[in-house]
């Protein structure tokens, strides 16, 4: 396919969506920045950024041009908008990163007629992994994005329904069946399911936070920024190997990278060879004891106010990129009003863990316990960092798709024996 070309100014809180959206999609396209020569633009553009425009602009590879572009009309024109094909699958899977993806490969290619709904782009956490070096099978590392595309592309081929830009919102159990609302208002029917939905960013709980969402806040490790960090100063929040990849893949843009750790150490938290890497990269500082305490700007973000929690010294740093890298919290929501146990903190029980919460056994309704990914609703499972004490990592989420496939089998298997 040819490129699609974005143009814009280079800081347009509008863009950041877009090339997020593109990036983890593994879609090329070429930038052009509007505030330099607009002799090159198509006629229509010229016109529109001359007469004072700011928001981008996308042209597609067959010549459509379209100003202000939505990620949902960028997906449509590439053909990733499509209709379920069925009323009612064997198998829905909620979330397309790792866990997700892996489940759904396994499972069509075991014949299971399956669903994938996936309401940003593929790939997960993994897939705004600027390299992840640790991944079996990749002695060289692999893209995050790059990996999950890979895996859309195998799932695909084994006839897997991709469902993109659409979220589950709530689930219902009836009838042997899970019943999900999306929020495009349809209704999606399965005999089984597995939840691989994983977190919502954490945010730092700043006053003025939301003022500067995208507009040089950005949760999460937002690799497609990059180039446009080039000769700034850049801070990165947080000590986990997500913030410690975030630093180093910058590092090779920005004139400065400052990584914002609460703790005085980084080897509770972050893989040795990142530790490694952070520490010895000449343009990575590291700031310990300090956390974040202020954002100022007028329409995008300025200057951040670091304060070290030892000595009480507040520091402003000039900055328009600021990294949050600090986790989340797990995306849920769509089980509150089911008999699904969730942990305090909104993580997914499952298998052995039920034991002992409230709740369970009373409402668990077979005489054979929960499977290791079973939540406590038969036939529901969960997989991934979604699922209370799984291992936070790629290869674990892939492996818990996998087995969760597995005991779907099980599953589906008792069912149709106590039809017969
Ligand atoms: C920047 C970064 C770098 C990392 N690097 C590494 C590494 O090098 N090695 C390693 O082993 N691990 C790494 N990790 C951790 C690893 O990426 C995660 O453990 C893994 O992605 C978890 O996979 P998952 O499928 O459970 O969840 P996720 O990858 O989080 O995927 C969940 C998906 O569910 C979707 N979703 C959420 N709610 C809904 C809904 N209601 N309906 C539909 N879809 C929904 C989300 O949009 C998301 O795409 C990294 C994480 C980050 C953030």
């Given at each position: 396919m040819n490129k699609l070309t974005l143009f814009g100014p280079?800081?347009?809180?509008?863009l950041y969506e877009l090339r997020d959206f593109l990036q983890r999609s593994v879609v090329q396209y070429d930038w052009v920045?509007?505030?330099?020569?607009?002799?090159?633009?198509?006629a229509s553009l010229r016109q529109a950024y001359a007469t004072g425009h700011r928001a981008p602009a996308i042209a597609f590879p067959d010549g459509q041009v379209v100003l202000n572009p939505t990620v949902q009309e960028v997906a449509q024109h590439l053909g990733w908008i499509s209709k379920p094909?069925?009323?009612?699958?064997d198998l829905s899977i909620y979330g397309a990163g790792p866990a997700g993806l892996s489940a759904a490969v396994y499972a069509a290619s075991e014949g299971l007629r399956t669903v994938l709904i996936e309401r940003?782009?593929?790939?997960?956490?993994?897939?705004?992994?600027?390299?992840?070096?640790?991944?079996?099978?990749f002695p060289e590392g692999i893209a995050g994005a790059e990996l999950a595309e890979r895996a859309r592309q195998q799932a695909l081929r084994f006839g897997v329904d991709i469902l993109l830009?659409?979220?589950?919102i709530k689930g219902t159990f009836y009838n042997n069946r899970i019943h999900v609302d999306l929020a495009s208002g349809d209704q999606l029917v399965a005999r089984a399911n597995i939840c691989a939905t994983c977190v919502e960013y954490a945010k730092?709980?700043?006053?003025?936070e939301a003022q500067f969402f995208n507009k040089g806040v950005y949760y999460g490790?937002?690799?497609?920024e990059a180039m446009f960090c080039r000769g700034r100063d850049v801070l990165v929040v947080g000590g986990g190997n997500s913030a410690g990849q975030a630093a180093s893949y910058f590092a090779g843009f920005a004139r400065k990278v400052y990584m914002v750790i609460r703790?005085?150490?980084l080897a509770a938290t972050l893989s040795d060879y990142l530790v490694k890497r952070v520490t010895t990269t000449p343009n990575i500082e590291i700031l310990y004891h300090v956390t974040v305490q202020e954002l100022a700007g007028?329409?995008?973000?300025?200057g951040v106010k670091l304060v070290n929690s030892q000595d009480g010294t507040a520091t402003w740093y000039d900055t328009s990129k600021l990294f949050i890298c600090i986790g989340g919290k797990p995306?849920?929501?769509?089980?509150?009003?089911?008999?699904i146990i969730r942990d305090p903190n909104g993580y997914l029980v499952t298998g052995p863990d039920?034991?002992?919460?409230?709740?369970f056994p009373e409402c668990w309704p077979l005489a054979r316990p929960p499977?290791?990914?079973?939540?406590?609703?038969?036939?529901s499972f969960a997989a991934g960092d979604?699922?209370?004490?799984?291992?936070?990592?790629v290869a674990s989420a892939v492996g818990e798709g996998a087995m969760a496939v597995t005991l779907v089998h099980k599953y589906l298997a008792e069912l149709d024996k106590a039809s017969a």
């Open positions: 280079p800081d347009a809180p509008e920045d509007v505030t330099d020569d607009l002799s090159a633009l198509p094909s069925s009323q009612d699958y940003e782009a593929i790939g997960g956490q993994a897939g705004t992994s600027s390299l992840i070096e640790n991944y079996m099978g830009l659409r979220e589950g730092l709980g700043l006053p003025n490790a937002g690799a497609s703790k005085g150490n007028d329409h995008v973000l300025e995306n849920t929501e769509w089980a509150r009003d089911t008999a039920l034991v002992g919460r409230a709740g499977y290791h990914l079973e939540t406590s609703v038969p036939g979604v699922r209370l004490n799984s291992v936070k990592r």
